[in-house]
């Protein structure tokens, strides 16, 4: 991973640019060799860990035509040609704080499934999270709530809201604030990410151990 060197505070800060075209040449230039490193560095292991073959997708935001972006990613799907209608892993920024999550996104046409699986299981993932890790129903804000403060009632309405309401979305992982040393120290973050995506593949594996 010689091309991955941890997070920077210029690379937040990206978010501070004006104008749409200023802030995409910043994004691709800053960040997104970043992210091509870690999209490249896990595809091997989240293959393995949930026994399919992972492939990475560099957010382009091709549709913007006005607004700048606001956070930037990547993303990884058992499918070569995009990740939104398949639950799916991210690594990206914000302009606060870098976010890791498992995340099923309202374009998933499996989400009913995805729900009843999680539903079922819903005494082993309340056990697997860990109580720092976040949960969030919407993956265009930057907001989410610790696992320990939503509790088993948190969860579980999350779980259903998937399932009943059709722009429901469902993520969970971690957020880790720009200022944590532990962003621009290449080993220890990818360690920490490691860790991380043992986590989130066992949840990701629930769906493929049917209800």
Not at 23 to 36: G, H, N, S, Y
Not at 61 to 88: E, F, I, L, M, Q
Not at 110 to 133: G, M, R
Request: hydrophobic share 40%; aromatic share 10%.
């Amino acid at each position: 991973m010689s091309t991955f060197t941890g997070f920077q505070q210029e690379d937040f800060d990206v978010f501070n640019i004006d104008g749409l075209d200023q802030r995409m040449d910043a994004i691709k230039t800053i960040i997104r060799p970043k992210l091509e490193a870690l999209g490249q560095h896990f595809a091997p292991a989240l293959s393995v860990a949930t026994g399919s073959e992972m492939f990475f997708h560099v957010a382009k935001h091709a549709r913007r035509t006005v607004n700048p972006p606001v956070d930037t990613w990547v993303a990884w799907a058992a499918d070569k040609r995009g990740y939104k209608k398949h639950p799916h892993f991210q690594i990206g920024l914000w302009g606060t704080h870098l976010f890791v999550w498992y995340a099923v996104i309202y374009e998933a046409p499996a989400k009913s499934e995805i729900s009843q699986a999680l539903s079922t299981h819903l005494d082993e993932v309340l056990a697997l999270v860990p109580n720092e890790f976040r949960w969030s129903g919407d993956h265009t804000l930057p907001d989410s709530t610790p696992h320990e403060a939503l509790g088993k009632a948190g969860v579980q309405k999350l779980v259903d809201r998937l399932a009943q309401v059709k722009k429901a979305e469902l993520l969970c992982g971690i957020t880790i604030d720009r200022h944590d040393p532990v962003l621009a120290d290449k080993d220890a973050l990818l360690s920490r990410l490691e860790q991380t995506f043992d986590v989130l593949t066992r949840l990701y594996n629930f769906n493929r151990s049917g209800a």
